[in-house]
């Protein structure tokens, strides 16, 4: 093999997703252990129910901002980050929904690294797997059960010769 960008095109299929999983696997096992001792230590703290409530705080405070800021200047952050004139208006739709649901994201974040700090990690597992499940729910609802396939929307509000 000449360079890395031909691994997958000419090494055998298997032998390639090992090359690429393991180390993807072993960074994230490391990073497992280090926020699991890392947690530990915490776990030990006097006061730790103060730092959950300024934690908690923080979490509430940082996040209405950082939702305003984006619903108030998103489509210029969006632009600095590379966004097209094509695609501003499909990327600051999606942001603007997707900014509502900030404080939510980051209180369930944010808590359940103190849930896991307490050794109740099936809880915190918990945690993380209803919402995923409900993420996949409520995308078959809206995809399939109301026909809001991207595309559908898209054209719905800006007419099918975008597409």
């Not at 994230?28 to 300024?54: P, T």
Request: with cysteine; aromatic share 10%; glycine share 8%.
């Amino acid at each position: 093999m000449r360079n890395e960008n031909e691994l997958l095109e000419l090494m055998p299929v298997p032998k390639a997703f090992l090359k690429l999983a393991l180390p993807a696997i072993a960074a994230q096992l490391i990073n497992i252990l280090y926020n699991l001792v890392d947690k530990m230590f915490i776990g030990h703290i006097e006061g730790a129910e103060k730092v959950m409530g300024s934690c908690t705080w923080m979490l509430i405070v940082l996040s209405v901002i950082l939702t305003v800021i984006m619903l108030l200047f998103g489509k210029n952050i969006l632009q600095l980050f590379g966004a097209s004139n094509d695609t501003i208006i499909y990327a600051v739709d999606y942001m603007n929904i997707y900014c509502l649901g900030t404080l939510f994201t980051q209180l369930t974040l944010g808590l359940n690294v103190f849930i896991t700090a307490q050794g109740k990690t099936l809880i915190s597992m918990c945690n993380v797997a209803v919402g995923a499940v409900t993420n996949i729910v409520l995308d078959a609802v809206f995809m399939n059960g109301f026909g809001f396939s991207s595309i559908d929307a898209v054209n719905r509000k800006y007419g099918s010769d975008q597409f």
